[in-house]
């Protein structure tokens, strides 16, 4: 449903979307413009702002909003609770004024304000717009960010580090060739003598086990890369768990290698048995294969890096703060969290990354491990290098028996411009290089939280 433009607000969007291509007007400043420029007050402003971005982003992309379209009143009111003396928000659709705490009447204050910074659709999830970012490398393009935030100002942050990073030349991205699935077989057996065989006798059926495997990860193109051991001691007995880790190149794939080692189970353990090899428990071991942990052995999805080389001149030019102190506050930044048991860090890109998920649809929803990410800074022949490294970007962007995508979600990445789950990896690892980017300077000014 495509959003229709009165003929009034016509000329209006066409000369703001011009100064937004000649970069002559930032994106979130384009309420603001609105009401000063043409005197179009609070709240008709937001919805003619969310149309002009719509338009900007299919100028520049050349692709059409259809299915993520504004509504009539894209913001929402300040309501008062006099009983709790709260102040809560409200979508301006939203029928329903009670309070959320003690179910007493809401009072309007007639505050307005847009329902996410950079909105531009979208009736259940908000829709932001992030800025641009070319990347090269690995996977050589320019990717328009579209995310869903929640209502504070990251799409910002992600704009004005996408801006950065493309006066500095744009992000490199090395992304990995497949994503990395495992499913784990785990047995206890009564004494070391009874596991060691058992690992000879598994061994030596792994060509036979792969080759019946395979038949199974047809569906998705999986392929057993690599089958790993591992010991461990309880008062039970004697572990063993046995890693089966399958590639993908387009595909998530967690069912196929999941069904792929429950049909090989069986015959694992008719083997075992048929050697002598008495066993006290045969199970899917869920909890040794990194499924959805914060571990840095977890081998769920895939590895993608982005970095920005920075001339030291451009940081009291361009970027406006000593490299010295940027470079200090990444340290102190990383330190504190390994500090805190942290196997990965996660700033911004603990809330960029769910905010593409969610804009994409992608299934699933962005898992835990995808969150994950370690941030390094450093000299490199008189230059800075700033550096984002997400060891487990989970992702599968064709619907199929893996999860359906809906017509949202698959317009948010025709917008944003992701074919494969490659560019999805270059995309996301590169918007939050920005994101990061941006935050890590803000802080180093000393402009954030002050």
């Not at 609105?34 to 007050?41: D, P």
């Not at 428990?281 to 977890?298: E, M, T, Y």
């Not at 487990?392 to 317009?411: T, Y």
Request: hydrophobic fraction near 40%.
């Amino acid at each position: 449903m495509a959003t229709k433009i009165r003929d009034e607000e016509s000329r209006i969007v066409k000369e703001c979307v011009e100064r937004l291509r000649e970069g002559q007007l930032a994106p979130w400043k384009v309420e603001d413009d609105l009401r000063s420029t043409y005197g179009m007050e609070i709240p008709v402003n937001f919805r003619i702002a969310a149309l002009c971005r719509q338009h900007f982003i299919e100028a520049i992309t050349g692709e059409n909003f259809r299915y993520i379209f504004v509504p009539e009143k894209p913001y929402k009111e300040r309501y008062l609770c006099a009983k709790d003396d709260f102040i809560c928000e409200l979508d301006i659709r939203d029928e329903k004024h009670t309070c959320s705490l003690c179910a007493s009447e809401l009072k309007p204050m007639n505050q307005y304000a847009p329902l996410v910074a950079n909105y531009v659709g979208g009736q259940e999830d908000y829709f932001s717009y992030a800025g641009q970012v070319p990347v090269t490398g690995d996977v050589q393009k320019t990717f328009t960010n579209l995310l869903v935030y929640g209502t504070g100002l990251g799409p910002i942050g992600v704009t004005r580090g996408s801006f950065l990073i493309n006066k500095l030349g744009g992000a490199e991205v090395k992304v990995a060739e497949f994503a990395a699935a495992v499913r784990c077989l785990g047995f206890l057996f009564q004494t070391e003598e009874l596991r060691r065989k058992a690992q000879c006798v598994i061994e030596a059926f792994l060509p036979e086990t792969k080759a019946k495997m395979q038949d199974k990860m047809l569906e998705f193109g999986g392929c057993i890369s690599s089958v790993d051991f591992d010991h461990a001691e309880t008062q039970r007995g004697f572990i063993l768990y046995v890693d089966f880790v399958a590639e993908f190149t387009n595909f998530r794939g967690h069912g196929d290698i999941s069904r792929a080692v429950g049909f090989i189970k069986p015959e694992v353990e008719k083997k075992l048995s048929s050697q002598g090899v008495h066993y006290e428990l045969s199970v899917i071991a869920q909890g040794h294969d990194g499924d959805l942990k914060p571990s840095p052995r977890n081998k769920r999805g895939r590895k993608a890096m982005a970095q920005v080389r920075i001339p030291i001149s451009d940081f009291k030019g361009l970027l406006k703060v000593d490299p010295e102190k940027f470079l200090s506050f990444v340290e102190v930044d990383g330190v504190g969290s390994q500090r805190l048991g942290c196997p990965f860090y996660s700033g911004m890109g603990g809330e960029i990354l769910p905010a593409v998920y969610k804009a994409t649809k992608v299934n699933p929803h962005s898992p835990l491990v995808s969150c994950f990410q370690n941030i390094y800074a450093e000299k490199d022949q008189g230059d800075v290098i700033y550096r984002v490294e997400l060891p487990n970007i989970e992702v599968g962007v064709l619907s199929s028996r893996e999860g359906l995508m809906s017509p949202v979600g698959r317009e948010a990445m025709r917008i944003m411009g992701i074919q494969t789950a490659k560019e999805f990896a270059a995309s996301v690892v590169a918007q939050v290089l920005a994101g990061e980017f941006n935050l890590a300077l803000e802080i180093s000014r000393e402009k954030l939280y002050s």
